[in-house]
């Protein structure tokens, strides 16, 4: 969730590419974010447009690529999921990376493309768009499609490994980051094991990754699927990190969780052939400490511009509600405002403020803490 002092408006019209444009398309140009545009079509009379965050490094290339592939939410979220943490670490290491927005997710067209309880239907619908992303990449003198690295993360990770089942050429290893298919009211166990079974057609080895508190495949579920994968012929390896602060699910996106993961995928990128020396330093922004300026529940105390105080303690207190890492950020003349409940909250809350302010915007409070 994020808002500005300005409002908040999500579609804004048609890009003159044909894709759709956002107000909040706030781009990290840290590490070379665009957005690019391709169309599928499901099926004979129906098409729709589809975007794919995109991340490369600075230079000619071509660099080696890295797909990352997102999840779902039942519950109906369709944020846009960017994966900032995970691909500054690839793209400080020379690759690029790109982010489909699978349909209805992050701006992209098209209805909800999934079925209850059915991954095997979900899973051929969303490869699509993987498919989408590697014509795009094809495309490109500055991508080298010979190596390819294929990630996924929840949903994202059972995607990857079933698109794997096709044995694309140049994709070398597929990663598997907390992969499955949940849902309630329904056996969809049964089914997710049958799928990581049929992936085991694969020849691409792979790599699996859980946390050991992860709510939604906890360790025993992620070693079934696992050994289903490894009975029927599947090439792969399986770790289970420690437990993970808050959700183990979302070790992969949450910058807390780098540390954890990026050795289990060091290893696996230099066993199938893939660079993983650093070739690019992107600093990271400075998270300051607690400042003792107030205390966080103190709407009060937030210094909004007077004709502003009613709005922002509004949006201030809708922030305080939010669960997950959150950070909100106040211009300096308190007249705007911007805040981002994300994998990424300071570098986004700044830039949604920045936007929309004629004076320097910096944090006012991150987490449970006031660092003004």
């Not at 050429?169 to 990581?196: H, I, K, S, Y």
């Not at 992860?214 to 699927?225: G, I, K, S």
Request: aromatic fraction near 10%.
């Amino acid at each position: 969730m994020k808002r500005t002092s300005r409002g908040f408006l999500l579609l804004i019209g048609l890009a003159l590419n044909g894709g759709p444009t956002f107000a909040t398309d706030h781009l990290d140009r840290r590490i070379g974010e665009t957005i690019l545009y391709e169309r599928i079509s499901p099926r004979p009379g129906k098409s729709f447009v589809i975007r794919v965050n995109t991340f490369l490094p600075s230079g000619p290339g071509p660099f080696p690529l890295v797909i990352l592939n997102h999840g779902i939410d039942p519950d109906g979220s369709r944020d846009r999921v960017r994966f900032q943490v995970p691909a500054r670490e690839f793209v400080q290491r020379g690759y690029a990376v790109m982010v489909p927005q699978r349909r209805s997710f992050g701006g992209s067209e098209g209805p909800r493309d999934w079925s209850d309880c059915q991954p095997g239907a979900y899973t051929r619908e969303a490869q699509r768009e993987i498919h989408a992303t590697l014509r795009l990449a094809l495309a490109r003198d500055d991508i080298d499609t010979r190596r390819i690295l294929l990630v996924g993360h929840s949903v994202g990770g059972l995607v990857g490994l079933k698109t794997a089942e096709q044995d694309l050429p140049g994709v070398v290893g597929v990663v598997n980051m907390a992969g499955g298919f949940r849902w309630e009211n329904c056996d969809w166990q049964t089914p997710l094991l049958e799928e990581m079974r049929q992936a085991a057609a694969s020849r691409i080895p792979s790599l699996w990754v859980y946390a050991e508190n992860d709510r939604m495949f906890p360790p025993e579920l992620a070693r079934q699927l696992f050994a289903s994968y490894r009975q029927a012929g599947g090439s792969g390896r399986l770790r289970v990190l420690a437990a993970h602060p808050g959700d183990g699910h979302l070790f992969f996106p949450e910058r807390s969780g780098l540390q954890a993961w990026w050795p289990e995928v060091e290893g696996f990128m230099r066993a199938v052939g893939l660079p993983t020396r650093k070739v690019r330093h992107i600093a990271e922004t400075r998270r300051p400490g607690e400042s003792g300026f107030a205390a966080i529940g103190d709407v009060d105390s937030v210094p909004f511009v007077e004709h502003e105080r009613e709005a922002g303690g509004k949006d201030y207190r809708t922030f305080l509600e939010a669960a997950g890492q959150r950070a909100f950020a106040l211009s300096e003349d308190g007249d705007a405002w911007g805040w981002s409940v994300s994998a990424n909250p300071l570098d986004e809350a700044l830039e949604y403020c920045n936007t929309n302010s004629s004076t320097p915007c910096r944090a006012y409070a991150l987490d449970q803490q006031v660092v003004w």
